[in-house]
């Protein structure tokens, strides 16, 4: 498989998933991923680290470049037209590097057999269906970063939520407060997504409100635990582990 060459400016992650990093080294901070048939723009590359964007929410890091190839705009344009998004947990495609285990979250083909611009990919697995259960979620580990069925961090849980819904949430629970409109705790319903700061005030975290007063979100892993006062209440822990900062509604 052609990886991404020196003057491709657009292209896409052909790894099930991979580290988008704060600097160019294997030891960096992973500060979000790549998911299979995700999408960038080329900023800069120094030796076989690419800093890029991605082009669903704009946000900026460095990935080995082993994990891209390119395409052309015409082709990312076409690819972005046919693909959908995986919201189970896991699909196997054959490509021409052998068996990939793609995770929920990634990007897929309308069909068994589908093409990234001239690359090729054959389900080996039944076609899955377009439902997302987050329940199925629950347990699912937490991973600094993450963004798949491998791994989430609390953002990365809801952004793939809300991108399944069709809306486009930034990367970070700071970003996502900032979209969306302002609700109260005695306004809140299904499906508004809360947010929670530290002891300074500063976002810290989020989470979907579920119903009854829970809230689904990933802390240590994917769960759901008990609002009190909009507080999260872990019953294992018999302690509040996320204050309260504010409610916003996107559906």
């Not at 999408?39 to 030796?47: K, L, P, R, Y």
């Not at 964007?53 to 460095?62: C, P, S, V």
């Not at 991108?163 to 900032?178: C, H, V």
């Not at 306004?187 to 300074?200: L, P």
């Amino acid at each position: 498989m052609q990886l991404l060459l020196n003057h491709q400016a657009l292209g896409f992650c052909h790894a099930p998933v991979c580290a988008q990093r704060k600097d160019n080294s294997d030891r960096s901070e992973m500060v979000s991923q790549l998911t299979f048939g995700e999408t960038f723009e080329v900023i800069s590359q120094e030796e076989h680290w690419i800093e890029l964007r991605t082009l669903n929410d704009g946000y900026q890091g460095i990935v080995d470049r082993r994990h891209l190839c390119g395409i052309t705009e015409k082709e990312l344009l076409r690819w972005h037209e046919e693909r959908r998004l995986l919201t189970q947990f896991n699909l196997i495609l054959n490509s021409k590097v052998g068996m990939l285990q793609i995770p929920g979250g990634a990007y897929i083909g309308h069909s068994e057999s589908f093409n990234i611009g001239p690359f090729s990919f054959q389900m080996l697995t039944p076609y899955p269906s377009h439902a997302l259960d987050l329940n199925s979620f629950i347990n699912i580990p937490y991973l600094w970063g993450g963004k798949s069925t491998f791994g989430f961090d609390c953002s990365g849980l809801t952004q793939l939520y809300f991108r399944y819904k069709g809306i486009n949430l930034g990367r970070d629970a700071s970003e996502q407060q900032t979209q969306g409109t302002d609700i109260t705790l005695n306004e809140v319903e299904y499906e508004d997504i809360v947010f929670f700061q530290n002891d300074s005030g500063t976002i810290n975290h989020v989470g979907i409100y579920w119903n009854n007063n829970q809230i689904i979100h990933c802390s240590g892993r994917v769960r759901i635990d008990s609002l009190i006062d909009g507080n999260i209440f872990n019953a294992e822990l018999n302690e509040i582990t996320h204050r309260f900062h504010s409610i916003k509604r996107l559906l």
